[in-house]
Each structure stands twice: as structure tokens, then as C-alpha cells.
């Protein structure tokens, strides 16, 4: 990626570029909201690490998620923060394809992740007899393994195929971080074949996944009709509303920003939907994950009780 004749060493971001009076009350917001978010996911995790009745595949792959929504939301907002204060935010050109790629790569690992929780749920409501056998430690490593692959690999993709770009000297991104789309928003070059593989393989990636998701929950469906007891369908489906909260909330976000058509294309329509899954999306989570789940309130439980036992043995003289 150059622009001209010479290399591209910086890039002006102006996502959120607001007045003096405006800052502190925007870098206080950000700043609550990405605590909440490192805290509550990392909370998810230490309550499943900690107690062993969520030591199954559910839950694996819930604390995956929330690990990945801990690396997901680091790779923007503190760049974020930091660029608030600022009168003229930049970012190098290294670390704008930094960003991207593991921008990219979270996103695409968050998507499969949901499509693993949505394959549990599956197993467990409709095949409750062979669950541990479909989900058994091997296949739920390959289920977190093999979306990392594929992720990375998606992920060199778009960037080797945006190093071949020629940038316009415009290098000004109406966004708060480095995007895909605004960067090729740029370019001086033809990006029909950028455009085409963002159609058909992050397509690919994002619907295929999606559409696994719908398809088990029909079965799921299916199911719980098959429930002769009004209090059965419910406690049976209740333990995918969580999960189907998280679906609805991140696919409507990432559906608004890349697959809408170009003719729609609005950089303040881009940045609130980026807003969301950015940070909303993991910020909401842990309670999304937590407050309707009686075994993660119960293992919360114990892990504060923990906590207070261990501080107060270190506070006796």
C-alpha cells in the first residue's frame, strides 16, 4: 500500500474527534465502559476457571468468548482513548495494518465462537443422550482451534490484497480506528477485487456460521414443541436466550456496516454500528451471559466469597 510514488507512514483518524468541552465527559464514558468490560469478562472466566460445575462445553466456549471480547475490545479502545484528548490523532501505517488484522481476526473468531455456543445448545436439547460424546474435550478444541485458523488466514487475505492498493492523498479515516472499509475508501486504484472478496469471503464468513446458527435453533424449535408441558418449553428454551440476546446484537451490528450496499454507505451510520460491537456488544455480554444463569450467578457467588476469605486472612495481623 503506497500513496504515489512513496510509502504511506501515517494515517489521521477522526472518528471521534469532538470539542474541548465535549472530551472528558466522551473519555469518561469510553473509559467506564471498557473497565466494565475488561472486569465482567474476566470475572466470566475466573468464575468457570474456578468452579467445577461449569467445567463443560458450554461454558468452555463462553469463557473463549469472553477472552476473545478482552482481546477484541483492546485492540481499539485504548488507541481510542488516547486519540480523545488529541487535536490531530495519527496512527502509523504499521499500526494500522496491526490494528486491522487483529481487528479482523477477533470479529471473524467472535462469529464462529456464537456458531460453537449455538452447536451446543443443539446437542444438548436435542440429542441430551449423545452429548458427551459430540462434545467431548477433542471436538471442543477443534471447535475453538480450527476458527483461528481460518480467522488468521481470512485476516493475511484482505491485507495482502489492501498492500497492492494505491492510496489517494486523502489519508484521512472518518472512523476511530483502522476499518477495512474506510481504508479502501482511499484508495486511487481499482478495488473490485478487494470489494469482491469482502463480499464473498467475509460473506462466507459471517453467513455461513449465521446460517448454521438459524438452522440449529429450527431444531431447537422443533424440540421444545415436541414439550407436552407449557413450563418444559419454557425451561428448556430459556437456556438459549442468552445466547440468541448476543446473536441478535452482534449479526444486526456487523450487518449494517459491511453488508449493506455502498450506495447506503454512511460514516456516522458506520461508527454507531462500530460502536456497538466494538463495545457494547462485549461490554454487554458478562451480564447478558450472567444475570439470567443461575449457575453463573451461583459460581460468581463463590468466587467473591472466595476473594473475601483470602483478603481477610491477609489483613489478620
Given at each position: 500500500m503506497h500513496q504515489g510514488n512513496q510509502s504511506i507512514s501515517k494515517f489521521f483518524l477522526l472518528g471521534l474527534t469532538v470539542g474541548s468541552e465535549q472530551q472528558k465527559l466522551i473519555f469518561m464514558l469510553f473509559l467506564c465502559m471498557y473497565l466494565v468490560t475488561m472486569v465482567g469478562n474476566l470475572l466470566i472466566i475466573l468464575a468457570i476457571i474456578n468452579d467445577a460445575h461449569l467445567h463443560s462445553p458450554m461454558y468452555f466456549f463462553l469463557a473463549n468468548l469472553s477472552f476473545n471480547d478482552i482481546c477484541f475490545t483492546t485492540t481499539t479502545i485504548p488507541k481510542m482513548l488516547a486519540d480523545i484528548p488529541s487535536q490531530s490523532p495519527t496512527i502509523s501505517f504499521a499500526g494500522c495494518l496491526t490494528q486491522m488484522y487483529?481487528?479482523?481476526?477477533?470479529?471473524?473468531?467472535?462469529?464462529?465462537?456464537?456458531?460453537?455456543?449455538?452447536?451446543?445448545?443443539?446437542?444438548?436439547?436435542?440429542?441430551?443422550?449423545?452429548?458427551?460424546?459430540?462434545?467431548?474435550?477433542?471436538?471442543?478444541?477443534?471447535?475453538?482451534?480450527?476458527?483461528?485458523?481460518?480467522?488468521?488466514?481470512?485476516?493475511?487475505?484482505?491485507?495482502?490484497?489492501?498492500?497492492?492498493?494505491?492510496?489517494?492523498?486523502?489519508?484521512?479515516?472518518?472512523?476511530?480506528?483502522?476499518?477495512?472499509?474506510?481504508?479502501l475508501r482511499l484508495a486511487c486504484s481499482d478495488t473490485q477485487i478487494n470489494d469482491l472478496t469482502v463480499l464473498v469471503v467475509g460473506g462466507a464468513v459471517i453467513f455461513i456460521p449465521f446460517t448454521f446458527i438459524i438452522v440449529s435453533y429450527a431444531f431447537i424449535c422443533c424440540t421444545v414443541l415436541g414439550v407436552t408441558s407449557a413450563k418444559g418449553k419454557w425451561r428448556?428454551?430459556?437456556?438459549?436466550?442468552?445466547h440468541l440476546s448476543a446473536v441478535a446484537l452482534f449479526y444486526g451490528s456487523i450487518v449494517g456496516v459491511y453488508f449493506l450496499p455502498s450506495s447506503a454507505y454512511s460514516a456516522e451510520r458506520d461508527k454507531v454500528a462500530a460502536i456497538i460491537y466494538t463495545i457494547v456488544t462485549p461490554m454487554m455480554n458478562p451480564f447478558i451471559y450472567s444475570l439470567?444463569?443461575?449457575?453463573?450467578?451461583?459460581?460468581?457467588?463463590?468466587?467473591?466469597?472466595?476473594?473475601t476469605f483470602f483478603w481477610r486472612w491477609l489483613a489478620l495481623p
Open positions: 487483529f481487528f479482523m481476526l477477533l470479529v471473524d473468531l467472535d462469529n464462529f465462537l456464537l456458531e460453537a455456543m449455538a452447536y451446543d445448545r443443539y446437542v444438548a436439547i436435542c440429542h441430551p443422550l449423545h452429548y458427551a460424546a459430540l462434545l467431548n474435550p477433542k471436538r471442543c478444541a477443534l471447535l475453538v482451534v480450527t476458527p483461528w485458523v481460518i480467522s488468521n488466514l481470512v485476516s493475511i487475505l484482505h491485507l495482502s490484497l489492501l498492500s497492492l492498493l494505491t492510496i489517494c492523498d486523502q489519508r484521512k479515516i472518518p472512523h476511530f480506528f483502522c476499518d477495512l472499509e474506510p481504508i428448556t428454551f430459556s437456556t438459549c436466550g442468552s439470567r444463569n443461575k449457575d453463573m450467578k451461583g459460581a460468581l457467588r463463590r468466587l467473591f466469597s472466595k476473594k
